[in-house]
């Protein structure tokens, strides 16, 4: 039972500490443009040179 009083407090840190990853990871634009990084890979660049 000491255990989980140890472990719960743990858990619940680290969890919060995904959610304000999450959130300064919306509020700083990574989510913004999804097709474009997929579409991205399939124009031929020019300058590149085989």
Known sequence: ???LAY???VALFLGGMALVA?????RSG???DLDGAAHR???DDPDETD
């Open 41 to 43: 890979i399939l124009i």
């Open 22 to 26: 999450f959130l300064w990871a919306l």
């Open 1 to 3: 039972m000491t255990t």
């Open 7 to 9: 472990l719960l407090p």
């Open 30 to 32: 990574q989510y913004e």
